[in-house]
């Protein structure tokens, strides 16, 4: 079955302490993203890949670092969470990077920051 | 910049047609995209109408494009309490070259009732 998984789906941390956020997919998209999607505020961009070894900022980046060592895994590292880290995040893939818009996404991550 | 707005909110009865309207900013989207997300889960695209298209119909969902206005509208038929969702708006912006942007909406909560 064509998906992106994600893990852990739900986590509760500490600020500070060092956490990652896998994203996985197996549709041999080049693809990949993670958004965070806050009340009010829809779904912003984080980081996006555009293929192994190529990645670049969204919107807010602030925080977050992001690889792409392998084609179908893009992890999201927080170094230092503070608590406006708190949030829903999505990771999403698609198959051309030219039409980036056919999003398939994970079921998502809810994090938060005490 | 960019930016796509939608209504927060609302409410219809089971049966009824439901509309969920949206507005962009930006002139050069090449495409516009519909996502629904339900209670959960991630999301899901339900349509997309490319912008040189006035209205895409697909079964009880129908897409209508005012460029001139910069308004994307969705209209579900016969709205069932199975469309209870959160529904953006997004479109793709092109900065040049192969890169490709989705900006999404803050998203409308359409909530069904029976």
């Known amino acids: 079955e064509a998906q992106v998984t994600q893990n852990p789906r739900y986590l509760i941390t500490v600020t500070g302490k060092k956490l990652t956020v896998t994203c996985s997919q197996n549709?041999?998209?080049?693809?990949m993203s993670w958004y965070r999607q806050d009340p009010g505020l829809g779904l912003r961009q984080i980081y996006y890949s555009m293929n192994v070894e190529v990645t670049d900022k969204g919107d807010v980046p602030e925080g977050y670092k992001v690889s792409r060592k392998e084609k179908r895994n893009f992890p999201l590292i927080l170094e230092s969470p503070s608590p406006n880290q708190t949030s829903l995040y999505f990771c999403a893939s698609s198959a051309v990077s030219w039409n980036t818009g056919e999003l398939f996404f994970g079921e998502g991550s809810r994090l938060t920051v005490l | 910049g960019e930016d796509v707005e939608q209504s927060l909110f609302l409410s219809v009865r089971e049966g009824d047609s439901s509309v969920i309207n949206c507005t962009y900013t930006d002139s050069s989207s090449t495409y516009l995209y519909w996502y629904k997300q339900e209670p959960g889960a991630g999301l899901q695209l339900l349509t997309y109408?490319?912008?040189?298209?006035d209205m895409k119909q697909d079964q009880r969902l129908t897409v209508l494009l005012n460029k001139k206005d910069k308004h994307l509208s969705l209209r579900i038929a016969d709205t069932q309490t199975g469309d209870s969702a959160i529904y953006f708006c997004?479109?793709?912006?092109?900065?040049?070259?192969?890169?490709?942007?989705?900006?999404f909406g803050t998203g409308t909560l359409l909530a069904v009732q029976p």
């Open positions: 549709m041999n998209h080049e693809y």
């Open positions: 997004a479109e793709t912006v092109n900065y040049g070259g192969a890169t490709n942007k989705l900006i």
């Open positions: 109408i490319f912008s040189n298209m």
